[in-house]
């Protein structure tokens, strides 16, 4: 029954499933690495400070729809600028450019510039625009609260400004009646009919001061649209891109955790069960009995409710009801062993109980653990997804549970959301989809009856 | 030991999980019904004193009224028991006694449909609502699961049996509820046949109330239906495939009897055992995961009812919900159990 790990990556080399399984889990540790590398820790702390998501669009789609669309949709476009300063004499000017390229067939929802100026005295601040077709336009102009001593100073411009509208319908010459067209559909909008002119859009940004050198900091021109990166958005501006890749090292974690401890716990106590047998044997078994008889998913609600839903807790929960099955199998087998001679001789030598299970019993179960540690993966994260589902996981981590759980909250599939609720389910199923590739694969090494 | 004592001894089994769940349960939510009980007493007591105008004139101070209020709600706590925690064993023994007759009090927030705050009659009303859902789906399941399993099984490693394979094992890997938002998102919003939400609008008096329950019903039971057969496939097809193996087989297909009466006649009859028992228990996992299901179709069985009792801590209901949805998986665990032993004399005779 014992296997050397060489014999059994040998035979696991030959499964196409299960090297399968290991690419899967492979790539999803790449992502998990990805997440912490390319992802400040802090992003997953700000999941549900709606303010961090200000810039970010509601229920925008994924950026490659337009690919698939005839009509391409306005893509939600967070510009970083180009700067540059002048001094003329007292005069002191910061320029910040933002030039896009814009190729869609609607009119952006809207735009929006943010600032954070740092100035002394009163400066003037300029938004203007230069079209594809070469003509400008100011958009909007603002002075700055006077201030005698330097200051710091958070603005925002917004196209729903009314002096934006004025400022376009002045300097441009549409050849139609501007009257209720909102300013983002003119600044856009071809001269003789209003339809969209596609090309280079620049916006300048112009900071004016006269005494000292005033500067912009955190500038960012944001142009409204329904499509937003690999993802797309929720309804709370959240980017699903985001939450997907956080959420991967959490499964993982939450999965072999728990399929870990369960193991552990199920196969010390079965095989000291099973070891011992006799009256130890019959009142632990009894035991497992109950707690397998116990419906999980009630109490573990409970538990959640009641005792507090951290994520460590949640784990602890889930090994709790997770360990029994483990047992009765590691008993059985432990009865097996302990007939073998090899263990008497141990016993006759003396040797302690507490060291004959750990060093001649718990061994010869190991290739079982393994296969059953693969095996239970899915589950733990199946089920901590469905306590996130019903609002009762660890809401300051974005697992894909959670995900969803927002996603139901907020009728995603009723309003036809798709790229809300797709990608998580699909992620929670590839991932357990990779451990039962591994498990049965190693189960088949493992239970030579198994195999065919 | 003989299969009577072997019953016996699960039965007493049973009872102890039966009992020790709900140990749990009062040992968790125990606190926070003490302090929810004593706020609604005092509460009570308050506003009978103030709707008492001539009680409340022959006071001079407020002081007084108070210190007399404050005297009225000890004398009630102490009459109802709450002054002694709810551990101290003749509590825990009465709560425990009321909860074995069905005696589960009134519910704070949530009503049945007819208007009644008894848990009771709240639960009576639902559970026929779930079990109508889960037992259909699990009838469905297991025949399109066996019929399928069988064809699986008569021709191992050929085209259907692979499919059959495939599909079992990535169609259990989705939760069910993740299928169940995909198959509103398909059935609800892209193509617009079945309702969204699963609670029909009209009222259970209405004749018209049926026909629109087995309406609403239709997305989840399709979904359930969806999920489950193919992990039933597979199974059978494993436990025919292990038959089909056997001498006896074997000895019968060298006799001439064809492969059809075969299949279904010998080797189904000898997987029978192992079949019944995972149909008794899927029924009793059903029972469980239907929590997470109805939340998600609206469905208003006895899952959504204890979502619905979660998500406003309405005691009452959640120890009433808990112990009856643990006595149907008990009982559904125990049924696998005696099947077992009446299909398997090995077990009986162990």
Not at chain 1, 105 to 113: A, T, V
Not at chain 2, 54 to 63: A, D, H, Q, R
């Amino acid at each position: 029954m014992s296997f050397s790990p060489k014999e059994i990556w040998k035979e696991f080399a030959k499964n196409n499933i299960a090297l399968a399984g290991i690419g899967i889990i492979a790539a999803l540790l790449c992502m998990s690495v990805a997440a912490f590398v390319a992802i400040p820790a802090d992003t997953f702390r700000e999941w549900n400070d709606p303010a961090s998501w200000l810039v970010y669009p509601k229920s925008a789609l994924p950026a490659w729809v337009n690919y698939f669309l005839p009509q391409k949709i306005p893509e939600h476009l967070i510009l970083e600028p180009e700067e540059s300063h002048q001094e003329s004499g007292s005069l002191y000017v910061v320029t910040d450019v933002f030039v896009t390229d814009y190729k869609y067939d609607s009119f952006p929802s809207d735009f929006i510039y943010r600032y954070t100026a740092k100035y002394s005295d009163s400066p003037l601040v300029q938004l203007s625009v230069i079209r594809p077709d070469g003509i400008s336009s100011i958009l909007m102009s603002t002075s700055l609260p006077a201030s005698a001593e330097e200051t710091t100073f958070q603005g925002m411009m917004f196209s729903t400004d009314n002096s934006v509208r004025k400022n376009v319908q002045n300097n441009i010459d549409f050849l139609f009646p501007t009257g209720s067209i909102p300013s983002q559909d003119l600044v856009f909008s071809d001269l003789a009919k209003n339809n969209v002119l596609k090309g280079v859009y620049v916006f300048k940004v112009t900071l004016y001061s006269v005494s000292g050198k005033a500067t912009l900091d955190q500038s960012q021109f944001v142009l409204g649209g329904k499509a937003y990166g690999l993802m797309g958005t929720d309804e709370l501006r959240r980017d699903l891109a985001v939450g997907i890749l956080w959420g991967t090292p959490l499964a993982l974690f939450i999965g072999i955790t728990v399929s870990i401890g369960s193991v552990v716990l199920g196969l010390v106590y079965g095989v000291f069960a099973g070891f011992k047998g006799r009256t130890t044997d019959e009142a632990m078994m009894r035991f497992n009995d109950v707690i397998y008889a116990m419906p999980a998913l009630p109490l573990l609600i409970i538990l959640a409710v009641t005792v507090g839903n951290s994520i460590f807790l949640i784990v602890g929960f889930l090994v709790v009801f997770g360990w029994v099955g483990i047992a009765k199998v590691s008993r059985s087998m432990a009865m097996q062993i302990k007939t073998l001679q090899y263990i008497e001789a141990s016993k006759l030598m003396g040797q302690k109980d507490f060291k004959i299970i750990f060093k001649h019993v718990l061994p010869q179960l190991l290739p079982y653990a393994f296969a059953s540690i693969a095996i239970s993966v899915p589950a733990a994260i199946t089920t901590e997804a469905g306590l996130s589902f019903l609002g009762l996981g660890d809401p300051t981590f974005p697992t894909w549970g959670q995900i969803l759980h927002d996603a139901s909250v907020y009728g995603a599939a009723e309003r036809g959301m798709w790229w809300w609720i797709l990608p998580p389910g699909i992620m929670i199923a590839i991932t357990g989809l990779a451990f039962v590739f591994i498990g049965h694969a190693m189960d088949s090494i493992v239970n030579p009856r198994l195999r065919r | 030991m003989g299969f009577k004592k072997y019953l016996a001894k699960r039965a007493i089994t049973m009872f102890g999980v039966l009992m020790a769940t709900l140990l749990i349960t009062i040992a968790l939510v125990g606190s926070n019904m003490d302090a929810i009980l004593k706020q609604s007493v005092s509460l009570e007591i308050r506003q009978q004193v103030t709707n008492n105008k001539s009680l409340v004139s022959s006071f001079k101070t407020p002081e007084q009224l108070d210190t007399y209020v404050q005297n009225q709600i000890k004398q009630r706590i102490v009459a109802l028991g709450l002054d002694q925690p709810w551990y101290t064993p003749q509590r825990l023994g009465l709560s425990m006694y009321k909860i074995l007759t069905l005696d589960f009090g009134h519910a704070k927030f949530i009503t049945s449909d007819t208007g009644s705050s008894d848990v009771k009659d709240i639960i009576l009303e639902k559970l026929p609502r779930t079990i109508l859902l889960f037992t259909t789906a699990t009838a469905i399941v297991s025949l399109v699961g066996i019929l399928l399993g069988a064809i699986a099984a008569s021709k191992v490693n050929s085209k259907i049996d692979k499919i059959t394979s495939g599909f079992a094992i990535i169609s259990s890997s989705f939760p069910v509820w993740w299928m169940g938002l995909i198959m509103i998102f398909l059935f609800a919003f892209v193509y617009q046949i079945f309702p969204a939400r699963a609670t029909p609008e009209i009222s259970p008096a209405d004749p018209g109330y049926l026909p629109s329950l087995l309406y609403h019903m239709a997305l989840p039971l399709i979904t359930l239906v969806l999920i489950g057969f193919g992990s039933w496939a597979y199974l059978v097809r494993n436990f025919l495939v292990g038959v089909l193996q056997e001498d006896f087989i074997m000895a019968k297909r060298t006799a001439g009897i064809d492969e059809k009466k075969l299949l279904y006649r010998h080797a189904l009859k000898n997987a029978a055992p192992p079949i019944v028992t995972v149909l008794a228990l899927s029924l009793s996992g059903s029972l469980g995961g239907a929590i997470i299901t109805e939340a998600v179709f609206d469905w208003p069985g006895m899952g959504r009812l204890y979502y619905e009792a979660i998500s406003v801590l309405d005691l009452p209901v959640i120890i009433g919900a808990t112990y009856v949805l643990t006595a149907f998986f008990l009982v559904s665990i125990f049924l696998a159990d005696v099947l077992y032993g009446y299909f398997d004399p090995r077990v009986r005779r162990q």
